[in-house]
């Protein structure tokens, strides 16, 4: 009889043990639900704030392809505008060729006009 009182015993401390064990899990257990309901609550915050950058990168990629846009057609005016410039530019340049390519031209002109 003995023995199965100390078998009770131990079947009762080991009850105690594991009562103590299962207390100390359900303690991690509720922790872990808190931390996981913060966490749910700080991914949902960084969804929206993804989200808000994202429309942001968005915005401003469309805005800078308009720019792009209008800096290539604020060139392509300055470019026509600078034509003439240009022209008088290579006209300077080239002035004593072009003269000499027009009296070239004058001479053979009056060379066969007094014929």
Known sequence: MDIILDLLKEVREDQKEHGKELSKQSAYLENMDIDVKELKANVSRN?????????????????????????????????????PGKAIAWFKKHLVVVTGVIAAIASILAFFINK
């Open 47 to 83: 969804t929206e704030d993804i989200a808000h950058h994202i429309r942001r990168t968005d915005m401003l990629e469309a805005l800078h392809k308009d720019n792009q846009i209008s800096i290539e057609q604020g060139a392509k005016r300055i470019s026509k505008l600078e034509e």
